[in-house]
């Protein structure tokens, strides 16, 4: 029986191989930003690679924002001690720049989802002290309008690639948007927090429907937080108590790019 079914695994793995050879031919691999050629599909090419800037140690621990130099174990960033986030830690996987913003725009209205795996696989290590107690993914949700409109929510998206790697579920069911909102972009830190405030909406079924696990909140860019922001004080209010943020790419104040 194992050597069968050994048999019939390789067999599968071969006709996998194959296809894989074929859609190269037809499709090649190309950077996702630039479209020089690559040696793997939903990769970067070495140029475009060097050019992210991962979001590394020491950062701070409670808004994963980057640190110059090492501050000693446990030390704030100033923006945290200010301003007390309402979710318990956010991680990012790369600073916002221009090949980060180039990926993003696309993974957003491009129907690029070979890009989402690229994003999700940067995630998984930037995220690696979030996973530990097998929390549920919960992406930042689009309004049903805006969805229609991009097709797809590239959070959701996220999720559940960062789901099947890590073995952990998705519920793109909990938290809803109540109400249309107006694009961020452009607008300032408290535009935005006016904007997103009561925009949120979590099942009255939330506590039980989790059964004691915490929540991890999947969205593509973390500007000034306050979309994160807004749907975790609707989770706090909804009776959960432990929600932490991961997200591709972070805006860092005297980065490159603005958003």
């Known amino acids: ?13 071969a006709l ?15 950077c996702l930003d630039c479209g020089a050629p690559v040696s793997t599909h939903a990769s970067l090419c070495p140029n475009c690679f060097k050019q992210l800037r991962p979001i590394t140690a020491p950062y701070c621990p409670v808004l994963g924002l980057p640190f110059e130099v090492s501050l000693g174990a446990g030390a704030l960033s100033v923006e945290a001690i200010a301003d007390p986030p309402p979710f318990d830690r956010a991680r990012s996987a790369v600073l916002y720049n221009e090949v980060a913003r180039a990926i993003v725009s696309r993974l957003k209205y491009g129907d690029r989802p070979e890009l989402a795996v690229f994003c999700a696989r940067l995630m998984l290590g930037a995220g690696a002290d979030l996973w530990a107690d097998a929390p549920v993914l919960v992406p930042v949700p689009l309004h049903v309008t805006r969805q229609l409109q991009r097709r797809d929510n590239q959070s959701a998206e996220l999720a559940r690639i960062l789901a099947r790697r890590l073995g952990l579920s998705v519920d793109t069911g909990l938290v809803s948007r109540a109400r249309r909102t107006r694009q961020q972009v452009g607008l300032s830190s408290a535009a935005r927090e006016r904007n997103v405030a009561g925009a949120f909406s979590v099942r009255p079924d939330a506590v039980r429907r989790l059964r004691g696990r915490g929540v ?12 994160v922001k ?3 004080r609707a989770l706090r209010r909804a009776g959960i108590a432990k929600f932490d943020v991961i997200s591709f790419a972070r805006v860092v104040t005297g ?3 603005p958003i």
């Not at 029986?1 to 793995?13: D, I, L, N, Q």
């Not at 996998?16 to 190309?30: A, C, I, K, N, Q």
């Open 1 to 13: 029986m194992e050597a069968g079914a050994g048999k019939v695994k390789s067999g599968a793995m």
């Open 16 to 30: 996998r191989r194959l296809g894989g050879g074929l859609l190269d031919l037809v499709y090649p691999p190309t």
């Open 216 to 227: 991890v909140l999947v969205d593509d860019v973390i500007t000034t937080g306050s979309t």
């Open 230 to 232: 807004a749907i975790t």
């Open 255 to 257: 980065a490159e790019v």
